[in-house]
C-alpha cells in the first residue's frame, strides 16, 4: 500500500485498529508479517496479537501456512452469518422480498439480452463466432454480476426463511412482525 493511500483511509486510526480493518477484509490467508505491513505499523506483536483476538472471536481462522507458519484466513461462515443477521435486523420481509424481486426482474433482462434461459446458458456463449473481444468481455462482466446475484438471492432466501426465529431471538424484537429489530 502508498504511503498516500495508507494516509487516507488510515487517518486517525489506531494501529490495532488499522490490523482489524486489514484482518476483516481479507480474502486469502494472509501472515502476520503481511498484515502488519498493509496496516503500516511498525509493530509485529500489536499485529500478532490483534489477529490472535479475532481469531478468539471467530472473525478469523488460522490455516497453515509454508514452513508450518501460522497464516489468517477469512472465516466465511461467520461473515455469512453475519451478513444474514444484518439483512433480519436492517431490513422488513417487504424489503428483502422486493431485493429478490428486483434480482429477479434484472436477470430477466440479461436472459432476454442474451437469449440464454441461465447463467451457464450466457457462459456458453463466449465462445460463440462472431464475437468481438469487447462483447465477450462485456458478457464476463455480466456472469460476474450474474454470479453475486445469485449468491444474494441465496442469502436473502436465507434471511426470509430464518425471520421469525432470528427475530424471536433478538432482545427487543417482538413489536411488529414486519418491522425491522433495532441492532
Known amino acids: 500500500m502508498t504511503d498516500q ?3 487516507s483511509w488510515a487517518e486517525g486510526l489506531s494501529a490495532r485498529e488499522r490490523v482489524r480493518e486489514i484482518a476483516t477484509t481479507l480474502t486469502q490467508s494472509r501472515s502476520v ?5 498493509e496496516a503500516g505499523i511498525s509493530s509485529w506483536q500489536t499485529a500478532k496479537e ?3 483476538m479475532l481469531v478468539e472471536f471467530g472473525q478469523l481462522r488460522t490455516v497453515e501456512g509454508e514452513h508450518g507458519n501460522r497464516r489468517y484466513a477469512p472465516n466465511y ?3 455469512y452469518f453475519d451478513e444474514l443477521a444484518a439483512l433480519i435486523n436492517e431490513h422488513t420481509r417487504e424489503e428483502l422480498r422486493e431485493q429478490i424481486a428486483e434480482i429477479q426482474e434484472r436477470t430477466e433482462e440479461w436472459q432476454s439480452e442474451f437469449g440464454v434461459e441461465s447463467r451457464s446458458g450466457l457462459e ?3 465462445t460463440d463466432e462472431g464475437l468481438t473481444a469487447e462483447q465477450i468481455r ?3 462482466a455480466v456472469l460476474r454480476r450474474w454470479e453475486r446475484y445469485e449468491d444474494n438471492r441465496r442469502l436473502l432466501r436465507h434471511a ?3 425471520y421469525d426465529d432470528a427475530r424471536a431471538l433478538h432482545p427487543e424484537g417482538g413489536e411488529s412482525q414486519d418491522s425491522p429489530v433495532s441492532p
Do not use: I
Request: no cysteine.
Open 5 to 7: 493511500r495508507l494516509e
Open 33 to 37: 508479517n503481511w498484515v502488519k505491513k
Open 50 to 52: 490483534e489477529l490472535e
Open 77 to 79: 461462515q461467520r461473515r
Open 124 to 126: 456458453a456463449t463466449l
Open 138 to 140: 462485456e458478457r464476463n
Open 160 to 162: 426470509l426463511e430464518l
